[in-house]
């Protein structure tokens, strides 16, 4: 996959050797946004469990889109993920998704090329529906999932507290697959 101009991106599944980058990418938004509810920095020590949770296949996803220059690679651009919905076993047909791009990357197209891998990834999976949360507002992250087949179901207010403020998250959903005939 590429993007326009003399940069090409590599979507690719997470893998060890990207632990650090990804917990650098994704403290950015611990300090600086309300993007994620999390309030401390992680070490990438601390994040392992969180990479290895995200298999090379199956239904919980981790892919990242990496730079690629000149036949060298560059930094992560971003990466993408599906996760567990919720703990219990009829929610196993549900993932929770989530795209983050580097702050220099933004505005690239690299949330909707790590997407499309994404869905193309789960196609084969057994899952019936994509759930989003977005923190608000995030006028660029509701774009990107309405593109994507998103509609909004509902907004739960004031919901996470982060530097001193209440916070909404809107709720989007996707089907996946068609439910079986019963």
């Known amino acids: 996959m590429s993007l326009p101009g003399p940069t090409e991106v590599q979507v690719r599944p997470g893998v060890e050797g990207d632990l650090e980058a ?3 990418l994704y403290n950015h938004y611990v300090r600086e946004t309300p993007i994620t509810f ?4 992680f070490t990438p020590e601390e994040r392992r469990p969180w990479l290895l949770s995200h298999p090379e296949d199956g239904p919980y996803r981790l892919l990242v889109a990496q730079e690629l220059r000149e036949g060298s690679f560059g930094p992560l651009l971003g990466y993408a993920t599906s996760s567990p919905f ?5 929610y196993d047909t549900s993932v929770e998704v989530t795209v983050y791009c580097a702050p220099d990357a933004a505005g690239r197209g690299i949330g909707t090329l790590l997407y499309k891998a994404l869905f193309e990834a789960l196609a084969d999976e057994d899952l019936h529906r ?3 949360g977005i923190s608000q507002p995030n006028e660029a992250s509701v774009r990107l999932h309405t593109r994507f087949g998103f509609t909004y179901v509902g907004t739960y207010r004031e919901v996470g507290r982060k530097f001193d403020q209440y916070w909404d998250v809107a709720w989007y959903e996707k089907p996946l697959r068609s439910a079986p005939a019963s």
């Open 22 to 24: 990804l917990t650098d």
């Open 86 to 90: 919720r703990a219990k076993a009829a």
């Open 38 to 41: 999390d309030t401390a920095v």
């Open 130 to 132: 994509a759930y989003a």
